[in-house]
C-alpha cells in the first residue's frame, strides 16, 4: 500500500518506452511464504525514444540481486523511487537479470501472485506484473516469454502458463517443474501462471483450418460436475469467432481456470484464462439462467479478446475501451447469435439497454464520470467501468449501425491487417472503420473524448396538405466533471413511423426511399429531418434497436405510447413504450407519496401509506400491461421484459430530490396492484410456462421461467396466502436453483411467515457450495426488511468473510448499493456502516474496497439531511491516514465540488 500523494497521470503525457523487451526468461520456486522470480530479459533501446535510461517498475517485492550485461549492479548504479527503478545511461543492447522475492500468501489484493484456498494464481491486468518481478510494466513493451516453474508436486501437482508446455520433470525433494512458452509476443498484463491441486475437463477440437486444439477447463476437485457448460461456451465461441469474423483460435492448446478469489469477473491471459468460479461453474442444481447465461457472455467475452486485446493490445491503459468496449460488443454479439431468433436478439438488447440506464448513466451523471477514453486517472484500476466497458460497447455498436453490418466487417479486417501484433490506439481503431469505408468520422471522435450522456430532443410536425413530416432533434449534453461544455455529437438516430393501423408507413426522404427504419445522422446541435409522402399523421418510434447511448426526450402521449407498445415493429422500442407508461406511474406516485413529508426526514410511514390507499393504477395502464402479459404470440421472454418495471434506481435518476422509501413504496405498490388486478391472468401465465422434464438453458426455456417467476413475484407482492403457498411449493418441489431462488425470493421478499425457516433449510442444503452461499447472503442483504444491525449480525455467520471478494459483494455491497432503503436510513447508520467497511476492506484488498466506495457516488441528490451524514462518511474515509489510491482517487472525486 501506498501512502505518499497519489499522483494524477494524464493521456497527454505519454512518451515512447524507453526500452523494448525481446525476450522474458522467468524462473519461479513457489512457495507461499517465500518465492523467488529471476528473471531474464533481453531488452534494445527504443528507436522511438529519446531517453536513455531503462525504467523499470516494481511493487511490494524484494530486490534480491540485479546484473546488467553479466555484471551485478552494485546500489550507485540504479536508484529506485517509489515503484520505479531506474538505470541511467544503458547501453543500446541489454540481458539484465533480477532475481527478486514475494510473498504470496500474505497478498491479500489478489493482484500478482496469490494463494487462493491453497493454490497459486495470478492476476497481471492491469499493473500486477510489477508485483512479481521489476519489469517495464506497461502494454506497449510487447516481449517472447518462457517460463520455468518449480514447486512441491504433492501440494501443486499442476504446473500451467501461457502457450505451450515444452517440457516437465522431477526434482528433488518432492519438487517437479514444467517449462512453458509462449510463441507470441504479448504485453506483461497477460502473463499468467497457475500452480494449484486441480482437476480437468477437456478435449480436442477441430479447428476450421483443420487443426485441433486441446481445449481444458481446470477446476477443485469436486467440481468437475459443473463444467460442462463453460466447456460448450468455449466452443461456441470458438466456432463463433470463426464464423462471424473469420478470427481463428492461433494456439494448440487453450486454458480456463477457474477461483474462488478473484476481483473480477475473468482475465484473458494468452491461452491460460483465468476465471471467478462464477463465471465457470454451473450446474442444475446450483446454478441460474442469469448463472448460465454470464458463463457463456464471459468465456466468450475472454475468448474475443484474444484477437480484441491480446493480438492487438493496447498502446496505454487510456485506451482501455479499445479493447474492452470492442470486446463486450463481440460477446454481445455473440450471446445474440447464440439465440439466433429476432426477439431473442431484442431481449438481448433490451438487457443490455437496462445495464446502461441502470449503472452506466448514474455513472456519466455522478463524480467519476470520464469519457469512454479518459483523459486521466489516479488509479488505472479504477477505470474498470461502465462506461468503458459498456458505454465502450455502444460506441462500438454505433459504427456498426453508421458503417452497415458488411462495412463494419470490412473495418475489423482492415483494423488486424494493420495492427496485428501492435499495441495501438482508440484512434486507430476509428481510422480503420474510416479508412475501410471510404468516411470522414473525425467527428465521431467525440464519444470518444466526450463525457456525459447526451440528451436528444424529439420534435414533431405533420403538415397534412403537404403530407410531409417533420423530425426535429436537438442534442445537448450535461456538463461534466473538467468538461463544462460540449460539442455536438455524431448520433445515429434510428427512426420509424407507425400509421394508424399500428404498421410501419414506408419513409422517404430526400425523395429517396428509406425502407420502415431510417438511420438519421444526426451532427449538429439542432437539425430538422423531413420525411415525404406521408398519408396521415404518424407515431414517431425514435432511436429504434436503442440505436445510440443517449437519452431520448419527446412528449409522447399515453395514447401514443399505447399504440407503440401494442404494435410497434422494433421490439426494443415496443419494451421502451412500457417503460415510458410505467415510469410516468412510479414517478408520479414517488413525488405523492415523498410529499406527504417533504420537510422531515424520519418519514411518516402512515402518511404515506395512506397516499398508497387512496392510489389506483389507472385502467390504461393496467390494460396495456394486460395484453402484453397474454399475448400467446409474444416470446414469454420479451413479456417478461415488458412486464418489469424500472429499477429504484432508475427512477431515482429522474427525481430531483432521491427519497428511496418513497421510491420503494411506489414500486412496490405498482408491482403489488398489478398482482391483484391481473391475478388471473398471472396465475394462467404461471401454469403456462412451466418447464417440466429435464432442465435446459436454451433461450425458449430461460423465456419462460423468467415470465413464471415475474408473475410469482407479482402475486407474491400482495401478499396474499395463497400466492405466498404457491410459491412455497415452487420452493419445495423444484428441480433447478432457477426456480429455487426465485421462490425463496419471492418468500423472503414477500415477508412469508415460513421465510426464516425457508431460508435455513436452503443454507443446509447448500452450504458446502460457495456460490450458491453467495446467493443465500444477497437475499438476505437485499430484502427491504433487513437492516444495518441485521447486516451486522449477518456477518458474524461462520460462512461470512471479507477476505472473499464475492462473499464480500454478496452481503456489504449488495447491502449498500441493493438495499436503498435500509442503507439510507434516516438516522445515517447505513452510511457510517458503509465508512467502516470501505476502510476495513481496503487494508485487504483495496480493488474490492474502491468499488464499495462508489456507492456513495450520488450523495448529492438526497435531502439536506441525508446528505449530511453521507457528507460525514465520505469525509471519515477520506481522513483515514493510511488509504489505497483506488479508495482516496473515489472518495476525493466525489467529495470534490
Ligand atoms: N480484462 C478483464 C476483462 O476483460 C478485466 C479484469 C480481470 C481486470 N481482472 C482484473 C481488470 C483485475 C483490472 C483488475 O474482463
Ligand atoms: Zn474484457
Redesign the pocket.
Known amino acids: 500500500m501506498r501512502t505518499d500523494t497519489p499522483q494524477t497521470i494524464y493521456r497527454k503525457d505519454y512518451t515512447a518506452p524507453s526500452y523494448l523487451v525481446d525476450t522474458v526468461e522467468l524462473g519461479f520456486d513457489l512457495d507461499p511464504a517465500r518465492t523467488i522470480v529471476a528473471n531474464r530479459m533481453t531488452m534494445q533501446r527504443n528507436p522511438d525514444s529519446s531517453r536513455r535510461d531503462i525504467e523499470l517498475y516494481g511493487e511490494d517485492i524484494e530486490l534480491v540481486t540485479i546484473r546488467l550485461n553479466g555484471k551485478t549492479l552494485d546500489e550507485g548504479a540504479y536508484a529506485i523511487e517509489g515503484s520505479i527503478l531506474r538505470i541511467p545511461d544503458a547501453p543500446d543492447s541489454v540481458t539484465l537479470e533480477i532475481e527478486t522475492i514475494c510473498v504470496p500468501e500474505s497478498n491479500t489484493t489478489l493482484s500478482g501472485l496469490y494463494v487462493s484456498n491453497g493454490n497459486f494464481y495470478t492476476q497481471c491486468e492491469a499493473e500486477g506484473f510489477r508485483r512479481i518481478t521489476y519489469f517495464p510494466d506497461r502494454p506497449d513493451v510487447m516481449a517472447k516469454y518462457m517460463v520455468m516453474l518449480r514447486a512441491d508436486k504433492e501440494k501443486f501437482p499442476v504446473l500451467l502458463s501461457n502457450g505451450n508446455l515444452v517440457e516437465e520433470g522431477e526434482l528433488p525433494d518432492g519438487r517437479h517443474y514444467a517449462k512453458w512458452e509462449d510463441p507470441f509476443k504479448k504485453p506483461s498484463y497477460l502473463f499468467a501462471l497457475v500452480a494449484a491441486r486441480l482437476v480437468c475437463q477437456e478435449e480436442q477440437f477441430p479447428l476450421a483450418d483443420g487443426r485441433t486444439a486441446l481445449l481444458q477447463v481446470w477446476v477443485e476437485e469436486g467440481n468437475l460436475d459443473k463444467t460442462d457448460y463453460a466447456m460448450q461456451s468455449l466452443k461456441h465461441s470458438i466456432r463463433w469467432d470463426e464464423e462471424r469474423w473469420d478470427l481463428e483460435l492461433d494456439l494448440d492448446r487453450f486454458m480456463i481456470v477457474a477461483v474462488g478469489d478473484f476481483n473480477m469477473g475473468a482475465m484473458?491471459n494468452k491461452g491460460l484464462n483465468i476465471f471467478n468460479t462464477k463465471f465457470v461453474l454451473a450446474n442444475p442444481r446450483v446454478a441460474t439462467d442469469i448463472d448460465f447465461q454470464g458463463i457463456e457472455a464471459v468465456v466468450g467475452?475472454?475468448y474475443f479478446?484474444n484477437w480484441t486485446?491480446n493480438r492487438v493490445t493496447c498502446r496505454d491503459w487510456f485506451q482501455l475501451s479499445l479493447?474492452?468496449g470492442l470486446?463486450?460488443f463481440r460477446d454481445q454479439e455473440f450471446s445474440a447469435d447464440m439465440i439466433g431468433t429476432d426477439t431473442g436478439r431484442a431481449v438481448t438488447r433490451i438487457d443490455q439497454v437496462r445495464t446502461l440506464r441502470q449503472a452506466q448513466f448514474p455513472e456519466d451523471a455522478g463524480p467519476m464520470a470520464h469519457p469512454v477514453r479518459p483523459d486521466s486517472f489516479v488509479e488505472i484500476n479504477n477505470f474498470y467501468t461502465v462506461t468503458v466497458?459498456e458505454k465502450g460497447a455502444e460506441v462500438v455498436r454505433m459504427y456498426q449501425t453508421l458503417l452497415g453490418r458488411e462495412g463494419f466487417r470490412k473495418g475489423m479486417d482492415l483494423y488486424f491487417a494493420r495492427h496485428d501484433g501492435q499495441a495501438v490506439t482508440c484512434d486507430d481503431f476509428r481510422m480503420a472503420m474510416a479508412d475501410a469505408n471510404g468516411r470522414d468520422l473525425t467527428q465521431f471522435e467525440r464519444w470518444y473524448s466526450q463525457a456525459g450522456t447526451p440528451i436528444v430532443q424529439a420534435e414533431t410536425r405533420y403538415d397534412e396538405a403537404a403530407r410531409t413530416y417533420e423530425l426535429r432533434l436537438i442534442q445537448t449534453c450535461p456538463a461534466t466533471p473538467g468538461q463544462p461544455e460540449k460539442l455536438p455529437f455524431h448520433i445515429p438516430v434510428a427512426v420509424g413511423l407507425l400509421g394508424k393501423d399500428g404498421r410501419d408507413l414506408p419513409l422517404v426522404i430526400d425523395g429517396q426511399p428509406k425502407g420502415s427504419t431510417a438511420v438519421l445522422e444526426l451532427t449538429e446541435a439542432d437539425q430538422t429531418f423531413v420525411f415525404s409522402d406521408v398519408p396521415e399523421q404518424p407515431t414517431p418510434s425514435i432511436l429504434r434497436d436503442f440505436s445510440a447511448p443517449v437519452i431520448l426526450k419527446h412528449g409522447y402521449s399515453d395514447a401514443e405510447l399505447v399504440h407503440l407498445f401494442n404494435h410497434d415493429s422494433d421490439p426494443v422500442n415496443r419494451w421502451e413504450a412500457g417503460q415510458r407508461l410505467a415510469m410516468a406511474r412510479l414517478l408520479k406516485l414517488a413525488s405523492d407519496i415523498a410529499l406527504k413529508n417533504p420537510a422531515a426526514d424520519a418519514p411518516n410511514a402512515s402518511a404515506r401509506t395512506a397516499v398508497l390507499e387512496q392510489m389506483n393504477l389507472d385502467e390504461v395502464f393496467v390494460q396495456a400491461m394486460r395484453a402484453i402479459l397474454v399475448d400467446e404470440s409474444l416470446d414469454p421472454a420479451f413479456r417478461e421484459q415488458a412486464l418489469l418495471l424500472p429499477t429504484e434506481s432508475m427512477i431515482a435518476d429522474q427525481m430531483d430530490v432521491v427519497d428511496p422509501l418513497a421510491i420503494h413504496m411506489a414500486r412496490q405498490f405498482v408491482r403489488a396492484d398489478i398482482g391483484v388486478r391481473l391475478r388471473a391472468e398471472l396465475l394462467a401465465q404461471y401454469q403456462a410456462n412451466e418447464t417440466p422434464g429435464e432442465y435446459s438453458p436454451d433461450a425458449a426455456s430461460i423465456g419462460k421461467r423468467a415470465l413464471k417467476n415475474l408473475a410469482l413475484s407479482y402475486l407474491c407482492a400482495a401478499p396474499d396466502a395463497e400466492s405466498l403457498a404457491l410459491a412455497e411449493r415452487q420452493f419445495d418441489e423444484a428441480t433447478n436453483m432457477t426456480d429455487r431462488a426465485a421462490a425463496l425470493g419471492a418468500l423472503v421478499h414477500g415477508r412469508a411467515p415460513v421465510a426464516p425457516d425457508a431460508l435455513q433449510r436452503f443454507y443446509d442444503e447448500f452450504q458446502s457450495e460457495a456460490l450458491v452461499v453467495d446467493k443465500w447472503f444477497m437475499m438476505q442483504a437485499t430484502a427491504p426488511t433487513t437492516d444495518v444491525a441485521t447486516v451486522r449480525e449477518l456477518m458474524k455467520h461462520p460462512a461470512f468473510t471479507l477476505r472473499n471478494p464475492n462473499r464480500a459483494r454478496s452481503l456489504v455491497a449488495a447491502f449498500c448499493t441493493g438495499n436503498a432503503v435500509q442503507f439510507h436510513a434516516p438516522d445515517g447508520s447505513g452510511y457510517a456502516f458503509w465508512a467502516e467497511q470501505v476502510i476495513a476492506l481496503d487494508a485487504l484488498n483495496p480493488q474490492v474496497a474502491s468499488r464499495l466506495a462508489r456507492a456513495m457516488d450520488r450523495w448529492r441528490r438526497y435531502s439536506p439531511a441525508l446528505q449530511e451524514h453521507m457528507k460525514k462518511a465520505l469525509q471519515q474515509v477520506a481522513g483515514q491516514g493510511k488509504l489505497s489510491n483506488d479508495v482516496r482517487e473515489v472518495v476525493s472525486k466525489a467529495l470534490a465540488n
Open positions: 484473458e467475452h475472454e479478446h486485446g479493447k474492452e470486446t463486450v466497458y
